[in-house]
């Protein structure tokens, strides 16, 4: 199969999957990859919000393909059939961004509480593994695929009251690191058929976070608008100078 992709990194006619997309972070990829002319097949497990986020991007770009489906990516086998409905209803998967996260963390290292690290495993590293495992053969059968990991400088440089995110945020990296060596080795002695890419940002801000704290500087910050613009940015160079990489949107620690 083709990807909808071509030489400029256009996006018209494309079709990607992404995942946690009912957050601000996610409705400003879906707008983005809309307005580029992608299909938008969108996943989050919060029904109405997912809803609404699908609504805005089909609102703001009319014509444009935006579906949502209430996904469980903790079960395997519901991120499997995900990736299987994609692909046999559009013909093709070109993309897959992993935007589903979250957040704990403690005033000190003491005070860890590793209640903390069974969601953060949950949420940060298994839902990585289920959505690579699950869409790495349709990504390759694209021609072009991406899988997009979004991750936090953190990983690289961990505090003491970020120990259980940044621990599971570097596990994640490393298995989309793996998914990257995967591709490499399926092109052989030719170019990788996907790449596998990890977005590395301090924390995100949106306009809402703005209005709640106009004093705030939120230096380093990533907005979701330029998330979303590296997001659709992984298309622009071919896949073996994009496969294992990880690309800094904010100044390295």
Do not use: C
């Amino acid at each position: 199969m083709t990807t909808g992709t071509n030489g400029n990194g256009l996006l018209e006619g494309a079709v990607v999957a992404v995942a946690g997309a009912a957050g601000p972070a996610g409705r400003a990829t879906l707008l983005r990859l809309a307005e580029a002319g992608a299909t938008v097949v969108a996943a989050d497990a919060d029904a109405a919000r997912l809803a609404e986020a699908v609504d805005a991007a089909r609102y703001a770009h009319g014509g444009a393909t935006v579906t949502g489906d209430t996904v469980d990516l903790l079960d395997l086998d519901a991120a499997r059939a995900w990736a299987d409905r994609t692909e046999k209803e559009f013909g093709r998967v070109d993309g897959l961004v992993h935007l589903v996260g979250g957040w704990r963390g403690s005033a000190t290292f003491a005070e860890t509480d590793l209640a903390d690290w069974d969601l953060l495993e949950k949420l940060l590293i298994r839902t990585v593994q289920h959505t690579s495992l699950a869409f790495e053969g349709p990504l390759a059968r694209s021609g072009n695929g991406r899988y997009v990991l979004v991750s936090a400088a953190g990983a690289s440089k961990p505090t003491a009251g970020n120990a259980a995110y940044s621990a599971a945020k570097a596990a994640a990296e490393a298995w989309t690191l793996a998914l990257a060596d995967s591709f490499r080795k399926t092109g052989g002695e030719g170019a990788p058929p996907a790449a596998a890419t990890i977005l590395i940002v301090k924390a995100l801000v949106h306009d809402a976070m703005r209005a709640e704290r106009p004093q705030a500087k939120f230096a380093g910050f990533t907005d979701v608008k330029d998330l979303a613009e590296a997001v659709a940015g992984v298309w622009k160079k071919p896949a073996q100078e994009v496969n294992g990489t990880r690309q800094w949107l904010t100044p390295q620690p």
